[in-house]
T-cell receptor, first 114, second 114 residues
Framework: NAGVTQTPKFRILKIGQSMTLQCTQD?????MYWYRQDPGMGLKLIYY???????DKGEVPNGYNVSRSTTEDFPLRLELAAPSQTSVYFC?????????????FGEGSRLTVL | GENVEQHPSTLSVQEGDSAVIKCTYS??????FPWYKQELGKGPQLIID?????GEKKDQRIAVTLNKTAKHFSLHITETQPEDSAVYFC?????????????FGKGTKLSVKP
């Protein structure tokens, strides 16, 4: 059982470039999330989705976009990368709302913007 | 906005000793408090959670206590082992913000010395 799979694991971008972080889950979970983790700062929610076709902003959505065309996939798009987007990005999924069920996290994608 | 304060930021103990990590929160409406463990190079994983209708919950060597009056909750690990070394995050569910949002503390890096 793969759980939540993120690709790529590492990426270096130049300022102004764009890229997509891929996330897929095989647990048939309705809820999916993107977090970023900066050193010593915990995890901040970027975007989340409660089901296919539905997405909403979290705490720190600026500079990012998401889509949810299927239950399984929740890609995160970075447009015009900036050094402030250097971070580790985690995708997560849950069967129920975050206060009623466990979040399952992927192993993370480390992004550096130079 | 909502805030979760977590202390200490680093904790070093000898194998077999106990470890305690404490978090305080500001939203009196919060009623769900999970703890996540993040091993090096991995995504966070839920280890225990507590709801506001109970004051303590145990699972083998780990326990969580909740004091709603003082708005703080704590993680207790007894008989620590080297494999307990990781970063631990507390969180609370944000009812006032994004529907799916867990507010995470900044993390505690626990080192268990053999």
């Amino acid at each position: 059982n793969a759980g939540v799979t993120q690709t790529p694991k590492f990426r270096i971008l130049k300022i102004g470039q764009s890229m997509t972080l891929q996330c897929t889950q095989d647990m048939n979970h309705n809820y999916m999330y993107w977090y970023r983790q900066d050193p010593g700062m915990g995890l901040k929610l970027i975007y989340y989705s409660v089901g296919a076709g539905i997405t909403d902003k979290g705490e720190v959505p600026n500079g990012y976009n998401v889509s949810r065309s299927t239950t399984e996939d929740f890609p995160l798009r970075l447009e015009l990368a900036a050094p402030s987007q250097t971070s580790v990005y985690f995708c997560a999924s849950s069967k129920q709302l975050a206060n009623t069920g466990e979040l399952f996290f992927g192993e993370g994608s480390r992004l550096t913007v130079l | 906005g909502e805030n979760v304060e977590q202390h200490p930021s680093t904790l070093s103990v000898q194998e077999g000793d106990s470890a305690v990590i404490k978090c305080t929160y500001s939203d009196s409406a919060s009623n769900y408090f999970p703890w996540y463990k993040q091993e090096l190079g991995k995504g966070p994983q839920l280890i225990i959670d507590i709801r506001s209708n109970v004051g303590e919950k145990k699972d083998q060597r780990i326990a969580v206590t909740l004091n709603k009056t003082a708005k703080h909750f704590s993680l207790h690990i007894t008989e620590t082992q080297p494999e307990d070394s990781a970063v631990y995050f507390c969180a609370e569910f944000d009812y006032g913000g994004s529907q799916g949002n867990l507010i995470f503390g900044k993390g505690t890096k626990l080192s268990v010395k053999p």
